[in-house]
């Protein structure tokens, strides 16, 4: 199976909250797990990566929770900015697959001031 | 330092009319993608390149053609164009496949309208 599924769809919170969205995949050749970040009118922009080998990544007030063994892993946004409202896709690729990345449906994030 | 650059940034078409989706890299990457993006489907890859002279279908590559004759630009062609191509296009490109060779580079996409 190719697909990664993400959820939830939207999520709304206020600022300083810590959103947190959710990605399950089944193919276990997947290797790097990247999360982009797309604002409205642009193209989607790299935020952070993962891969399996480790359970957490962060970068800045970015954080993925990585679980190998149930195939999910998880962005954690850290005292939530304004800024921060996008629309975010997890994706998922195998290295062996010619760099084709599988992306989540996508979470539209609003950020209330 | 352009990046990924996708022209038109919009357009309107009618059915069965033709077009072509320009992009054009300038980082020197072999790698090149096409995407559509569909409100809640995520992005679906209709096709790819892995250097010049070399293309291959995605998931979604159905009424859609490409070429790449050179390592900068990969065009997309819509022969006759049908409503169900209505979406938002975006190009891609990364130097390589492996984890070490990502990300892939966005271009911020040609919002295409089919009526």
């Known amino acids: 199976q190719q697909q990664v599924k993400q959820s939830p769809q939207s999520l709304i919170v206020q600022k300083g909250g810590i959103p947190i969205i959710n990605c399950a995949y089944e193919n276990t050749a997947f290797d790097y797990f990247p999360w982009y970040q797309q604002f409205p009118g642009k193209g989607p922009a790299l935020l952070i990566a993962i891969r399996p080998d480790v359970s957490e990544k962060k970068e800045g007030r970015f954080t993925i929770s990585f679980n190998k063994s149930a195939k999910q892993f998880s962005l954690h946004i850290m005292d939530s900015q304004p800024g921060d409202s996008a629309t975010y896709f997890c994706a998922a690729i195998s290295s062996g697959n010619t760099g084709k990345l599988i992306f989540g449906q996508g979470t539209t994030l609003q950020v209330k001031p | 330092n352009a990046g990924v650059t996708q022209t038109p940034k919009f357009r309107i078409l009618k059915i069965g009319q033709s077009m072509t989706l320009q992009c054009a890299q300038d980082?020197?990457?072999?790698?090149m993608y096409w995407y559509r993006q569909d409100p809640g489907m995520g992005l679906k890859l209709i096709y790819y390149s892995v250097g010049a002279g070399i293309t291959d279908k995605g998931e979604v590559p159905n009424g859609y053609n490409v070429s790449r004759s050179t390592t900068e630009d990969f065009p997309l062609r819509l022969e006759l164009a049908a409503p169900s191509q209505t979406s938002v296009y975006f190009c891609a490109s990364s130097y390589g496949q492996g984890y070490s060779n990502q990300p892939q580079h966005f271009g911020d996409g040609t919002r295409l309208s089919i009526l």
């Open positions: 980082m020197n990457h072999n790698y």
